[in-house]
T-cell receptor, first 114, second 113 residues
Framework: AQSVSQHNHHVILSEAASLELGCNYS??????LFWYVQYPGQHLQLLLK??????LVKGIKGFEAEFIKSKFSFNLRKPSVQWSDTAEYFC????????????FGTGTQLKVEL | GAGVSQSPSNKVTEKGKDVELRCDPI?????LYWYRQSLGQGLEFLIY????????KSGLPSDRFSAERTGGSVSTLTIQRTQQEDSAVYLC???????????FGEGSRLTVL
């Protein structure tokens, strides 16, 4: 079975700082990878996803993530965070091929200070 | 509606009572998921329905938990003899295709006193 680790549980940054949130997964086969975001008081929504092709994927609001297969990683990055990026971020993985559940990490709570 | 709809949005119950949580997925979505979100625990997978296939129930924490999906659409998560540790936000999501983007509902916050 697949699993996901997010090592940063709480991150506090100042506006304009750069962001990198770690995500590592465990699974022996090919996978689809996702980052979801939950803004305060809102429901979870997709930030970006990787299925195949270019390992550097770009999502909404200036976020990007890089799939490094050799490291089983899918870290989320943003060059310059804004106060409005304050949210909880979840990495998720599912084996490719369909018919499989999506497994989430425990989440990273990001707080951006003015 | 356009999104995943869950009801009730908030439920307070006494220990030992049964509760039912409802999820109405996006029309046409064949996959439906239930997750539980507790403080500091992230999203815990509970159960997954895909079309007419047998559901993946591997995440249900005990036999007090059950779920059904009628007519390939609406799903009900039932928790019998609720315990205080069942207090959490129960999230429903749907997708099409099954490994594509999950669309989440607002969740049902359950508080067991």
């Amino acid at each position: 079975a697949q699993s996901v680790s997010q090592h940063n549980h709480h991150v506090i940054l100042s506006e304009a700082a750069s962001l990198e949130l770690g995500c590592n997964y465990s699974y022996g086969g090919t996978v689809n990878l996702f980052w979801y975001v939950q803004y305060p008081g809102q429901h979870l929504q997709l930030l970006l996803k990787y299925f195949s092709g270019d390992p550097l994927v770009k999502g909404i609001k200036g976020f990007e993530a890089e799939f490094i297969k050799s490291k089983f990683s899918f870290n989320l990055r943003k060059p310059s965070v804004q106060w409005s990026d304050t949210a909880e971020y979840f990495c998720a993985v599912t084996p490719t091929g369909g018919g499989n559940k999506l497994t989430f990490g425990t989440g990273t709570q990001l707080k951006v200070e003015l | 509606g356009a999104g995943v709809s869950q009801s009730p949005s908030n439920k307070v119950t006494e220990k030992g009572k049964d509760v039912e949580l409802r999820c109405d997925p996006i029309s046409g979505h064949t996959a439906l998921y239930w997750y539980r979100q507790s403080l500091g625990q992230g999203l815990e997978f509970l159960i997954y329905f895909q079309g007419n296939s047998a559901p993946d129930k591997s995440g249900l924490p005990s036999d007090r938990f059950s779920a059904e999906r009628t007519g390939g659409s609406v799903s009900t998560l039932t928790i019998q003899r609720t315990q205080q540790e069942d207090s959490a936000v129960y999230l429903c999501a749907s997708s099409y295709p099954p490994t594509g983007e999950l669309f989440f509902g607002e969740g049902s916050r359950l508080t067991v006193l």
